[in-house]
């Protein structure tokens, strides 16, 4: 075998960084349940093109987007006022003691559903190394996680002019009303709630911070830096591939319009999500078997999505991956100063902190050291007095 003499470290001694952790199911009880949620007067983004007929035109796009010279097309704003199905999950400790009224609302990211908060392993059920919502109850707090718009069971809404920023941030602030008041049957109101966001759930959850700070008790943004010139690696590697081709049997023609896309395999997942060699082949062969789509309206509305929330008077902690592609170009460390945009965001923040979590790629919560960066969160968590 040859190496270069240039190879990293890391990549000629790729074993020694797998480490598995194996971490026992901690005792808590889940609900799982469909929510009707009102969503009135969102903003929406008119696309500005007709539906996208081909593959071709669609990497086209994507190619239009990464540009070297862009231009800003101009576009026209309307309103969508509907009730949409939200599958929800609520996770609490069997013996529930003070901190299980703190309620962590879960927001996930582009290309998964909301077990990218408790992610399990076929081969190994019983170890929760991966779960957020074991390592949450755990520490004594309640879960409420979500699918967003777009991923079934909840609504397959239209991906051009629906399953946008605005319609998504909306659904957010209407389920955590819900919550709040006592709405939700199988959810006792809580007396505080965390937003917790991972990527594109973080970009929805500071979107909830600038348009209903009172919603919310405190933020944890993780996969996220506020910037987005690095998104176009990711849209580079997609290549704004059709879910119904990649994956026809999941995602039929007859429910996923050319508005649903992806990336093309596992290759391209391992490149925008995970480090190498810091998580298990089988997680990155399970994420790309379960993945699922974004959408052409979420690409439209993304730059339109606050990256600040002066109002908001809550707790902030920023939990970046030290290798995340979409947000860093694969290196956070730096971006996260007193000066940068994720920091001062929050002007108006009782407190902002930022942590930077070694030997993870953007997918945090699918590497070996998961369960260190959920401690992070706790930690910061208990220290705010949640
Ligand atoms: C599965 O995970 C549990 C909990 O961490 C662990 O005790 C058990 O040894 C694991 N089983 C296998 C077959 O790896
Ligand atoms: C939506 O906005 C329009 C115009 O601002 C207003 O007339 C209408 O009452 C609003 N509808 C709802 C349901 O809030
Ligand atoms: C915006 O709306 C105006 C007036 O209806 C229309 O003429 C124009 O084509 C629209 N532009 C886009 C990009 O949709
Ligand atoms: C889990 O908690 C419940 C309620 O406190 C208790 O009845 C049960 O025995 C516990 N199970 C385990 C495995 O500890
Ligand atoms: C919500 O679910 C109900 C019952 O399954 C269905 O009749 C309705 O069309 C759904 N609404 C949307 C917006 O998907
Ligand atoms: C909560 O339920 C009550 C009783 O059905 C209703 O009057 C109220 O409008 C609901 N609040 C929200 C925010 O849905
Ligand atoms: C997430 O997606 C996978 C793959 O489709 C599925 O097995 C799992 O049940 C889904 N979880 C939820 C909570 O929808
Ligand atoms: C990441 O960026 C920092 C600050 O610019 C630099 O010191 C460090 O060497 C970079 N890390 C890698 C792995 O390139
Ligand atoms: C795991 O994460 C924790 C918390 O960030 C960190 O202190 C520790 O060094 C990490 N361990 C490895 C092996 O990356």
Redesign the pocket.
């Given at each position: 075998m040859l190496f270069f003499t240039s190879v990293p470290l890391s990549l000629v001694l790729a074993v020694s960084g797998a480490t598995a952790q194996n971490v026992p199911k901690h005792n808590y009880t889940c609900t799982s349940f469909?929510l009707?949620v009102p969503v009135s007067n969102a903003t929406v983004i008119v696309p500005p093109f007709p539906e996208i007929p081909n593959q071709y035109a669609a990497t086209a796009f994507a190619n239009q987007i990464t540009i070297r010279t862009p231009t800003t097309p101009k576009v026209n704003f309307t309103t969508l006022t509907?009730?949409?199905?939200i599958s929800a999950e609520y996770c609490t400790p069997a013996s529930p003691g003070p901190k299980a009224s703190t309620l962590h609302i879960l927001s996930h990211g582009l290309g998964f559903n909301r077990s990218y908060w408790d992610f399990y392993l076929p081969s190994n059920l019983t170890d929760a190394q991966y779960s957020y919502i074991n390592s949450a109850t755990g520490a004594g707090y309640s879960t409420l996680s979500y699918n967003r718009l777009g991923i079934e069971p909840?609504?397959?809404?239209d991906p051009y002019k629906e399953i946008q920023a605005f319609v998504e941030v909306a659904v957010l602030a209407g389920l955590t009303t819900l919550a709040r008041v006592g709405n939700i049957t199988q959810v006792p109101a809580p007396k505080k709630v965390i937003h917790v966001g991972h990527s594109w759930g973080s970009e929805i959850s500071v979107g909830l911070a600038a348009v209903a700070p009172e919603l919310s008790d405190g933020i944890v943004l993780t996969g996220y830096s506020a910037l987005s010139q690095y998104a176009n690696f990711f849209i580079a590697n997609t290549a704004f591939h059709f879910a119904n081709l990649n994956q026809p049997k999941r995602f039929p023609p007859s429910k996923y319009s050319s508005g649903f896309l992806t990336w093309p395999d596992k290759a391209g997942n391992q490149y925008s999500f995970l480090e190498y060699p810091y998580f298990d082949p089988a997680v990155l062969d399970r994420a790309e078997a379960t993945k699922y789509p974004f959408t052409i309206g979420e690409f439209l509305s993304l730059p339109a999505l606050p990256v600040a929330a002066p109002h908001f008077a809550g707790p902030v902690l920023y939990l970046a991956a030290q290798a995340d592609l979409i947000f860093c170009a694969s290196n956070c460390t730096g971006l996260f100063g007193t000066d940068s945009v994720a920091v001062k965001g929050f002007s108006g923040s009782s407190s902002v902190e930022t942590y930077i979590q070694p030997n993870v790629g953007h997918g945090i919560n699918l590497h070996h050291n998961a369960t260190g960066a959920y401690n992070v969160i706790l930690d910061w968590a208990n220290r705010h007095g949640f």
């Open positions: 469909m009707k509907k009730v949409f199905n909840s609504t397959i809404a």
